[in-house]
């Protein structure tokens, strides 16, 4: 089992930045994958960004891309978020996943709020 704890979330005003950590805790001695999904009100989860263990490739959704950084700390099981040049259409519960490769299994976390205004 790994659980996964979100941080950083908050109210900033459009243009500004946050930066948003996810730590790993438990069995997360076997490969896996980090990212981020977000979910806005009535509106589907959708894919914002993601890093691969093995070589650390990402890949970001094209509505944030330029503006957002993902990256990831192997020694600490921790993945940031960095989001600059904030719009309004990001506010969104933004939850962390984590996935197991050897064992095809995914992990999140409770979510963090993100409120940004025009």
């Known amino acids: 089992q790994v659980q996964v704890v979100e941080s950083g979330g908050g109210l900033v005003e459009a243009g500004g930045s946050l930066r948003l950590s996810c730590a790993a805790s438990?069995?997360?001695?076997?490969?896996?994958?980090m990212g981020w999904f977000r979910q806005a009100p009535g509106k589907e989860r959708e894919f914002v960004a993601s890093?691969?263990?093995?070589?650390?490739?990402?890949y970001y959704a094209d509505s944030v891309k330029g503006r957002f950084t993902i990256s990831r700390d192997n020694v600490k099981d921790t993945v940031y978020l960095q989001m600059n040049s904030l719009k309004p259409e990001d506010t969104a519960v933004y939850y962390c996943y984590v996935y197991v490769v050897t064992t095809n299994s995914r992990y999140w976390g409770q979510g963090t709020q993100v409120t940004v205004s025009s």
């Open positions: 890093i691969t263990d093995s070589s650390g490739t990402t």
């Open positions: 438990g069995r997360t001695s076997s490969r896996y994958d």
